[in-house]
């Protein structure tokens, strides 16, 4: 409505509101999957006080409100599906305090994951949650869905490194949980219920981060195999011996046929998986990890790869966060779902994905994070195709039951957002089920923060 845009621009600036109908904010990773919102107007708040005023003004009028981003998410997290207003975080994107001797940095929501990660390694420090599309991901954004990305195996995922926070939660007040501190056992953990929260329960305006000194080289190792089970024995032997790798990743055959052309190294023949890990640290713990991790992938290995240079590591790593874009260039679309099982039950689930794929005659691949059990299971589509689009979200519900019965989860780093609601019931009892919404009434009892997500 005309009249909502008008007042926001009354109360924080013309500057700062713009049309609801900018496809921009419209629409996250899942546009090509036909997931896109309409909202009544955008607001490009200057701070977090101008955050507070303008969720204030949204729940004393009954306005949706949602938060976004870098617009990155697979699930529609961001998408304003019942209109209302979005709130874009873009332009609160200060440093606000950087101690390097201290291993720690206060950011606001905005900043952007490769920025934040390009500050701290100029002084010899490290950041390491590496989710994808660094360069336009924001870390509220990885706050909000506590992204992983392939280095989460030793060093966890977004939420393990932010020791406070800073949100807005409804009906508009600003408050602060956590901060320039390593530890806090006061009260429930509030801190980690807005970790992963998908702007649900409030806006993240800033974050305290922890940071550790950089590793001093990084010493990746590429494994090929004629077929899923050498590969799994693979990935088997690298956890099995107990080998302290920094990333333990998978692809398989269908995914390496979508992105092998550009691959920077030397290929065997019909390569049909692809096992990456990473050996991280002082030059000789890594060179050692490096050789331990060499001698568990070689034994079933069609070749094995290890580049050593510093521009060798990082055109292998810029291939690997390619995947998915090659994988999309296909057939101009795809159905991708991050499910993780147990990791002695990887195989199984890739091999699982296929079956379901053949049955809803869909070309399917799967690659993702081995050693944390996390498939990116994925069905090739033609955006175009309602058919098919259909046919995929019918293979989507194979995989969640997939996932449940095979003891691991219908998410591992995505999220829920709109595209998995409903989904939560597959793997939770009624009770808590209970909990969980009781949760979302206590923070947000108007159900106007983001609605129809994480449910």
């Not at 591992?412 to 009770?431: D, N, S, T």
């Not at 979302?440 to 108007?446: E, I, L, Q, S």
Request: glycine share 12%; hydrophobic share 45%; with cysteine.
């Amino acid at each position: 409505m005309r009249a909502i845009a008008r007042d926001l621009r009354a109360l924080l600036g013309d500057d700062a509101v713009a049309s609801g109908s900018i496809r921009h904010y419209l629409g996250d990773e899942t546009e090509g999957r036909g997931v896109l919102g309409r909202a009544d107007a955008v607001c490009l708040p200057r701070d977090a006080e101008q955050v507070a005023t303008v969720v204030s003004w949204c729940y004393d009028r009954g306005v949706p409100i949602v938060p976004r981003g870098g617009g990155t998410g697979y699930t529609g997290g961001a998408v304003p599906i019942e209109g209302g207003v979005v709130v874009s975080l873009e332009r609160v994107a200060r440093v606000r305090s950087f101690d390097p001797l201290l291993w720690r940095i206060h950011v606001e929501a905005g900043v952007r994951t490769a920025e934040l990660r390009r500050i701290v390694r100029e002084s010899g420090l490290y950041f390491p949650p590496d989710p994808g599309a660094a360069e336009q991901s924001q870390i509220g954004g990885n706050i909000a869905t506590n992204a992983g990305g392939p280095h989460a195996f030793k060093y966890g995922v977004t939420g393990s490194w932010v020791t406070g926070l800073e949100a807005v939660l409804p009906p508009g007040e600003l408050v602060r949980v956590g901060g320039a501190i390593r530890k806090d056992v006061s009260g429930y953990d509030l801190k980690s219920v807005l970790i992963g929260s998908e702007g649900t329960l409030g806006i993240v305006t800033a974050a305290w981060v922890r940071l550790i000194p950089a590793p001093e080289v990084s010493l990746p190792v590429a494994g090929f195999y004629r077929d899923t089970a050498s590969g799994a024995s693979a990935i088997a032997a690298v956890l099995g011996n107990g080998i302290a790798a920094a990333a333990l990743e998978y692809l398989d055959a269908g995914t390496l046929a979508a992105a092998l052309a550009t691959y920077p190294g030397e290929l065997p023949a019909d390569p049909r998986f692809l096992v990456i890990a990473e050996a991280d640290g002082s030059a000789p713990e890594a060179q050692r990890v490096q050789a331990e991790l060499r001698e568990a992938l070689v034994e079933d290995a069609e070749a094995i790869h290890s580049p050593a240079s510093p521009a060798d590591v990082a055109a292998l790593w810029r291939w690997r966060h390619g995947v998915s874009i090659a994988v999309t260039a296909q057939r101009g679309g795809k159905v991708s779902e991050d499910i993780v099982v147990p990791v002695d039950r990887l195989r199984e689930a890739i091999e699982r994905t296929l079956e379901i794929g053949a049955r809803h005659d869909l070309p399917t691949c799967s690659w993702g994070h081995a050693g944390d059990g996390n498939l990116h299971s994925t069905f090739m589509v033609d955006a175009n195709d309602d058919a098919e689009l259909a046919r995929a979200h019918a293979a989507a519900e194979e995989l969640f039951a997939l996932a449940v019965e095979l003891g691991g989860s219908i998410s591992g780093e995505h999220g829920i957002g709109w595209v998995k609601r409903g989904q939560l019931a597959r793997q939770w009892p009624p009770r808590l089920l209970e909990l969980h919404a009781a949760v979302k009434d206590a923070f947000d009892p108007k159900g106007l923060m983001n609605p129809g997500k994480k449910r």
